[in-house]
Nanobody, 125 residues
Framework: VQLQASGGGLVQAGGYLRLSCAAS????????LGWFRQAPGKEREFVAR????????YYAESVKGRFTTSRDNTKNKVYLQMNSLKSEDTAVYYC???????????????????WGQGTQVTVSS
């Protein structure tokens, strides 16, 4: 499956953005989707995860209560709604996919097989 993230940009602290990740080349509902981010000079870190149906989600503690991930299996898209943005949310955001029955860890990069190209989010303080 191929993934393409979009929706990044420059926003002031306290603002919001919605990222999208479009999938192609596979049956979308066969995959769980994750969001990761990488800030300059830092390792890529887990942000959120949504299961194949959208009924189960997980979030990093740093974004819990501010970010929400959702998906529309009819449009082959997953979304990351980011509210109350902080300067520390500045990063390149990536979407990733793994087969729905895969048992690997959902919060590590090695738990995903397919990656999008990333979209830059910059939060100004």
């Amino acid at each position: 499956v191929q993934l393409q993230a979009s929706g990044g940009g420059l926003v002031q602290a306290g603002g919001y953005l919605r990222l999208s990740c479009a999938a192609s080349g596979g049956k979308f509902s066969n995959y769980a989707l994750g969001w990761f981010r990488q800030a300059p000079g830092k390792e890529r870190e887990f942000v959120a995860r949504i299961n194949w149906s959208g009924g189960i989600t997980y979030y990093a503690e740093s974004v819990k209560g501010r970010f929400t991930t959702s998906r529309d299996n009819t449009k082959n898209k997953v979304y990351l709604q980011m509210n109350s943005l902080k300067s520390e949310d500045t990063a390149v955001y990536y979407c990733a996919a793994v087969y729905r029955y895969d048992s690997r860890s959902y919060y590590t990069e090695s738990g995903y097989d397919y990656w999008g190209q990333g979209t830059q989010v910059t939060v100004s303080s």
